[in-house]
């Protein structure tokens, strides 16, 4: 059973930047495609972020090209997700999710362990 800890949410003014990390108690860590998700109020949980683990691809959501950052830290068993030029429809809980296998990376039915969840709030 995979642990996954977020941490790095909270207030920021629009424009601002925050960075979000995702630490794994399960080694290999590597071995794991990680994802970033969010889920505002009302809404469904949605892609962010991913990078797989076999060739460390590399996948956003169109909403977040070119602001946020994933990457991880194979030797710290952790994953980031760095946020710039944050707008306010960037707010929600932001989570971090691990898949054991190949699956689709944008859909949250294909990861197998997820963390509690980050809250992200954007004031404009």
């Known amino acids: 059973q995979v642990q996954l800890v977020e941490s790095g949410g909270g207030l920021v003014q629009a424009g601002g930047s925050l960075r979000l990390s995702c630490a794994a108690s399960e080694r290999p860590f590597s071995t794991y495609t990680m994802g970033w998700f969010r889920q505002a109020p009302g809404k469904e949980r949605e892609f962010v972020a991913a990078i797989r683990s076999s060739d460390g691809r590399i996948y956003y959501a169109d909403s977040v090209k070119g602001r946020f950052t994933i990457s991880r830290d194979n030797t710290g068993n952790t994953v980031y997700l760095q946020m710039n030029s944050l707008k306010p429809e960037d707010t929600a809980i932001y989570y971090c999710?691990?898949?054991?296998?190949?699956?689709?990376?944008?859909?949250?039915?294909?990861?197998?362990?997820w963390g509690q969840g980050t809250q992200v709030t954007v004031s404009s």
């Open positions: 999710a691990a898949q054991r296998g190949y699956g689709t990376v944008s859909n949250p039915a294909q990861y197998d362990y």
